[in-house]
């Protein structure tokens, strides 16, 4: 039991470190501050009204990313109890991976949440389609893979 909650605790954490990080680096280059951000997360959850919120609208967008890469852990570790590919080769199912959270995420999560509707920008290709492989699926998977040995 304490392999399973390490591999989706590591995985998770260093998900959710690498893709915020990512996250406050490339929207800030087009000038939006970490804070706007973690309220525009916090907004999937509360609807338009959270960008105007305060330190504790912040707080909770940081909690809710840190939830959704821990469940992201948690949906990989679970899958590759079925499918030894995603631990035999787990840069390549990283990497897919990665890409699926963001499908997931951009297609069915988000038009499904009250946050409002954003344009795709040069900030959401880096931070989505490229950003979620390296950052959040192979993270992930290399953590699984690590203790499921």
Not at 17 to 38: E, Y
Not at 81 to 94: I, K, N
Not at 119 to 148: C, E, K, N, W, Y
């Amino acid at each position: 039991m304490a392999k399973v909650f390490l591999a989706i605790f590591w995985g998770g954490l260093a998900c959710g470190v690498l893709d915020i990080t990512q996250a406050f680096i490339a929207w800030g280059l087009m000038g939006t501050r970490p804070v706007m951000i973690l309220r525009h997360i916090a907004s999937g959850l509360l609807g338009p009204k959270a960008m105007q919120g305060g330190t504790a609208i912040a707080v909770l967008g940081l909690a809710l990313h840190f939830f959704i890469a821990f469940s992201a852990a948690a949906v990989y570790y679970t899958a590759s109890r079925w499918l030894g590919f995603m631990t035999e080769r787990a840069v390549l199912a990283g990497l897919l991976y990665g890409e699926a959270v963001f499908l997931f995420m951009y297609f069915v999560v988000v038009p499904l949440s009250a946050a409002a509707k954003s344009q795709f920008t040069m900030a959401t290709l880096v931070t989505g389609p490229i950003g979620h492989m390296f950052l959040v699926g192979l993270p992930i998977a290399l953590a699984v893979r690590h203790d499921s040995r």
